[in-house]
């Protein structure tokens, strides 16, 4: 039996080798950390996230996640808080990503770690290395990405911080970018961080960055007061594609899985999701003999409207005016966020395993 070779064994790599282990086909994964590691994200598991976590058998409260059933928006002395139409989780990639890895390999799956993958070789079928582009098959974006710095630190926060953080995510908004703030596993805080690279170098970068919107934002600074930082240095990355879908091509021998099909804004909350989505929807695909093109124009079909609907909130919610008039609207509304939530996902039907129901 040939082997299906996975690049990548992060959200969606680990979760297709679950699946085609399950199935009974011979799959090798190569990982390039050889250990666990930490990845740029803002680790929220929203509604479709955990129905696919449930299919692999994989319970995200078990490892430990944070329950989240609200929303909290502040723009400096703004805030305004609203009810999400779901449950979703707070778990970091350092423990879900390896506790898919485990799982994959307790299902017959064969991981290989410490194999770095610099360019595509022929017996390569799904390419899921995240936000790392491989020489040969590098995405295809048809205009060039924002200059933006993502941000990432956990914290250990004082216990009257840490218990309002309690069951909900708050999206800090600035100048030039947002915030977000939520409680993950063992009482830790993952803080995200966007922002254009230019109003980075005007708070004087990465060094001054959280000292100079703590100055801004009184709510902002409250939180971090007292706060230990729990990684020697913060996980950077910059210009990510956000908007991008790959584009169907005849012949292609590849099913790109995760961030290597497409890349939602991280205000929408749903990037996990997706991964999960592609991942499980490529297996579907592989194992009925059906091309990658075919996939990808199925995916396409999935998630090319809420990445679009979530590209327009994002843009809207960076520039001081969205800011603004968003958080009135959701003051005078607060179903909207209820409504952006379902508007920017992966529709229910669309799910596997759920077709035909609604949630």
């Not at 879908?245 to 005849?250: G, T």
């Amino acid at each position: 039996m040939t082997a299906l070779v996975i690049a990548g064994g992060g959200l969606a790599g680990a979760a297709a080798a679950c699946e085609l282990a399950r199935a009974g086909a011979k799959v090798v994964v190569l990982e390039r950390s050889t250990e666990p590691s930490h990845k740029i994200c803002g680790e929220f598991l929203s509604t479709e996230a955990q129905h696919y976590l449930g299919r692999l058998g994989v319970d995200p409260l078990a490892l430990g996640g944070h329950l989240i059933d609200r929303v909290r928006l502040v723009r400096r002395a703004d805030i305004v808080e609203a009810q999400l139409p779901f449950r979703g989780v707070g778990l970091s990639r350092f423990v879900l990503d390896e506790a898919l890895l485990d799982h994959a390999t307790a299902v017959g799956a064969e991981v290989r770690r410490g194999v770095t993958v610099g360019e595509i070789s022929a017996d390569i079928r799904f390419l899921a290395t995240g936000k790392h582009d491989l020489r040969g098959v590098r995405r295809e974006t048809r205009e060039e990405p924002e200059d933006l710095v993502g941000f990432k630190m956990y914290l250990r926060l004082q216990s009257a911080q840490l218990a309002a953080l309690a069951g909900v995510v708050e999206v800090v908004l600035f100048d030039g970018g947002y915030a977000g703030l939520q409680r993950v596993e063992d009482g830790r805080v993952n803080l995200c961080l966007l922002i254009h690279r230019r109003r980075l170098a005007e708070l004087g970068g990465i060094g001054e960055l959280l000292a100079a919107l703590s100055r801004e934002n009184l709510h902002l600074r409250g939180r971090l007061e007292g706060a230990e930082r729990l990684l020697s240095r913060p996980l950077t990355i910059a210009r990510v594609p956000y908007g991008f879908v790959h584009q169907a091509q005849e012949g292609e021998t590849l099913f790109r899985l995760g961030d290597q099909a497409c890349v939602i804004p991280s205000f929408s909350g749903d990037g996990m999701s997706m991964a999960l989505h592609s991942a499980a929807l490529a297996v579907r695909f592989q194992l009925a003999g059906a091309s990658p093109a075919t996939f990808h124009r199925q995916l396409r079909r999935d998630v090319e409207r809420p990445i679009r609907r979530a590209m327009q909130l994002y843009r809207f919610g960076r520039s001081v005016a969205g800011q603004i008039i968003l958080l009135r609207a959701v003051r005078l509304w607060p179903g909207l966020l209820r409504q952006v939530a379902h508007a920017t996902r992966v529709p229910s039907e669309a799910w596997l395993g759920n077709e035909g129901s609604e949630q």
